[in-house]
């Protein structure tokens, strides 16, 4: 028996020295020390010894089968070294590789005109404000002297939240949300997102750019709101640019005007962008309601001031192609 222990030993020891991968080691360990094992065997027919026998051929089995696992163990740590020297060697980072390029994209036509007009105005003095998107009924529309039967509040025109919550179609209601917080004198616009329920097409989208205008102090004309938009349009569009007003109704402004600007293109000629007309529309204006200055705690009979609301436009392919045009064709 001890001859066979030591053939075991042997043909084992040679197995494992010779193995060349993990699989090899798994089965060695299998073969010889697995439940059906040659070792195994042999301790199981240990029965069969006599008693001076047992303790020998016992504590011999055992030195063996130490002497295989701390083998197997031994081959299986190198195996894990020369792996990760492998690693090391193939996974080399050079260092002076030039390194990835971050392509940078540029800022949104939109954005870039936003910028600009803000600019613009900060130069006269105004603060930029800010107001909700997801917003009360109530400032989108009632503070705003729009009734309830408006058809700016249908279904069909507007998304209701709920039936005080609305996604806010124009960023008047940032007006009220000022003249509730501030006093006069007011000097402010807002650029903001608005909403609509309007289907995409080449000029209509159902999200668009507004920039909103609003001034309150005594003695505010509509020459000041006339003196307002020529500069304005002046620095954002050319020296030569002119203005006129036409009338118009909005319900938060009596009286209330639409503004063109002369072509800045054929510089009042007539050409394709202006339609041949010399004029493109610019914005909604006017002087604020008295109801809307008295819903927002302002008194009307101390107090007077113009508002005015520009949208962004596409061209009639539907694209925002240059930043002067993107919110006015
Ligand atoms: N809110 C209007 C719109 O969405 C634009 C507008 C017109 C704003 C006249 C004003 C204004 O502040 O005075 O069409």
Redesign the pocket.
């Given at each position: 028996m001890k001859e066979q222990i030591e053939k075991i030993r042997q043909s084992a020891l040679e197995e494992i020295k010779n193995a060349n991968d993990e699989k090899v080691l798994n089965d060695a360990r299998v073969k010889y020390l697995g439940k059906k094992g040659e070792l195994t065997l042999i301790l199981r027919g240990m029965g069969g010894l006599s008693s001076e026998e047992r303790p020998v051929i016992g504590s011999l089995v055992n030195e063996v089968r130490d002497e295989i696992e701390n083998l197997i163990e031994e081959r299986k740590k190198e195996f894990k070294v020369a792996e990760i020297k492998r690693k090391l060697e193939t996974e080399k980072i050079d260092v002076t590789m030039p390194g990835k390029k971050i392509e940078l994209g540029s800022v949104h036509p939109i954005t870039q005109i936003i910028n600009d007009i803000k600019e613009i105005f900060i130069g006269m003095g105004y603060q930029i404000a800010d107001g909700p998107e997801v917003e009360f009924a109530t400032y989108n529309f009632d503070k705003l002297n729009t009734p309830p039967d408006h058809p700016a509040r249908d279904i069909q025109d507007t998304f209701y939240i709920t039936d005080d919550i609305v996604l806010r179609s124009?960023t008047?209601p940032v007006?009220a949300r000022v003249m509730e917080t501030q006093k006069p004198p007011i000097k402010i616009i807002c650029p903001g997102v608005v909403y609509r329920s309007d289907s995409v097409d080449a000029t209509h989208s159902p999200v668009f750019h507004?920039i909103?205008?609003l001034v309150v102090d005594k003695n505010i004309s509509m020459g000041d709101l006339k003196g307002t938009l020529e500069m304005f349009a002046k620095k954002c569009l050319g020296e030569k640019t002119q203005i006129r007003f036409r009338p118009h109704h909005?319900p938060?402004?009596e009286p209330?005007a639409e503004a063109d600007v002369s072509c800045f293109v054929c510089g009042g000629k007539g050409c394709r962008v202006c339609k041949e007309e010399g004029w493109i529309e610019l914005l909604?204006?006017?002087m604020v309601h008295p109801n809307v200055l008295r819903n927002c705690g302002i008194d009307p009979e101390i107090y007077s001031g113009f508002?005015?609301?520009m949208?962004n436009r596409k061209n009639s392919n539907g694209e925002i192609w240059n930043r002067r045009y993107a919110f006015i064709i």
């Open positions: 124009q008047s007006q507004q909103e205008g909005f938060f402004t209330s909604g204006c006017g508002a005015f609301g949208r």
